[in-house]
């Protein structure tokens, strides 16, 4: 193991918070750079207050760590290119660039990944629109800055050409056909720059666009689970992956879609930190930091629930219910209507009994 390194976490959220908790376990130090200064990373860390865009706050951010990472991919890549040292990024921008617009996105996986994606188009204006084949379901969606639902729009009927042509007026988007599937997927993988190791495949279940429920091991057959593990594994070599990338999937039948990645630990790998030997915030700092990474054992069956912030009262009535599940709240200090709070994660082999919120 390495000397104790300073990293440097662009984004002070709750992956920033539980990126940092793991690095301090290994005995590092962290320095986290965000606009708000009670941030949930502020818990846990030095803070530089500053937008994600303020070169001289990145200059400064670089300048006191030997390592950067980032908790999401809306990060300014020719800031960071602007200032960090040769080596100090072990992610690099690319990966940024390719995760933060989906027509790169697209044609990494289809192309260079060569993984299977639903049949999609690039959009650049309301006339590319133009004769949709309304027998089929679409899903259009802004290029860059679409979270959580925001920036899509799903056309079934004729009615919801007007939403559409409007969004693709306002900006270049990506125009899929809706897959017909049977599950929603993800896989958690980790790289160190050489190698990689990988997460079981989890089955996510999401209310209005935000991820809900979470159920490890995924109810899929072992067959289309080793399709989906094979696939994250082609993805991480392309792009040569340190750190955790989350690669999120459909799944049907006999197939298995690739649908994004996310370049950081995600939401539907919290309950790694309990069930499994190693979570998806340790093979991220021992990625980044180009150290060895185990593979990984899954202690037991598990469901994750997220805890969004009218879930508040329920999530500390379950609690007291269920003291044998494990809550994690990130020290958010005001509970939004659909901001995420925090997340329980209960050990089950019975996930249908694990209600949500």
Do not use: W
């Amino acid at each position: 193991m390495n000397s104790s390194k300073i990293i440097g976490i662009i984004g002070g959220g709750q992956l920033g918070q539980m990126m940092a908790i793991s690095a301090i376990y290994m005995g590092h130090k962290v320095v986290t750079l965000d606009p708000t200064a009670d941030c949930p990373a502020s818990l846990v860390s030095d803070m530089i207050v500053a937008p994600y865009d303020d070169v001289d706050a990145l200059r400064q951010l670089s300048a006191r760590c030997d390592v950067l990472t980032y908790e999401f991919e809306n990060v300014d890549a020719d800031g960071l290119d602007a200032v960090i040292k040769e080596g100090q990024l072990p992610q690099g921008t690319d990966l940024l660039r390719i995760s933060q617009n989906r027509i790169f996105e697209k044609e990494f996986l289809s192309k260079k990944a060569q993984v299977k994606v639903a049949p999609y188009k690039v959009v650049t204006s309301s006339l590319d629109l133009e004769d949709l084949d309304l027998s089929k379901t679409y899903v259009l969606k802004t290029a860059t800055g679409g979270y959580d639902g925001h920036g899509q729009v799903v056309i079934k009927t004729s009615d919801d050409l007007a939403a559409a042509r409007q969004l693709a007026n306002s900006a270049e988007c990506v125009l899929e056909e809706f897959v017909d599937f049977d599950l929603e997927i993800s896989v958690i993988v980790s790289g160190n720059g050489k190698d990689v190791t990988v997460f079981p495949v989890q089955e996510n279940i999401h209310r209005n666009n935000i991820l809900s429920k979470t159920i490890v091991p995924a109810r899929i057959s072992d067959q289309l689970a080793e399709k989906a593990k094979s696939m994250a594994v082609q993805i991480s070599q392309k792009l040569n992956l340190s750190g955790t990338l989350c690669v999120e999937m459909f799944a049907t039948d006999d197939d298995i879609i690739v649908n994004e990645i996310a370049p950081r630990p995600h939401n539907s790998g919290h309950y790694s930190i309990e069930a499994c030997d190693f979570s998806q915030f340790d093979t991220h700092i021992l990625g980044i930091l180009g150290e060895p990474l185990p593979p990984i054992r899954l202690l037991s069956p598990a469901v994750m629930i997220n805890v969004l912030g009218q879930d508040m009262e329920a999530a500390q009535a379950f609690l007291q219910e269920n003291p044998t599940a494990h809550p994690h709240f990130y020290g958010k200090l005001e509970a939004k209507h659909n901001r995420k709070m925090g997340h329980v994660t209960v050990f089950s082999d019975v996930p249908d009994s694990v209600e949500e919120f």
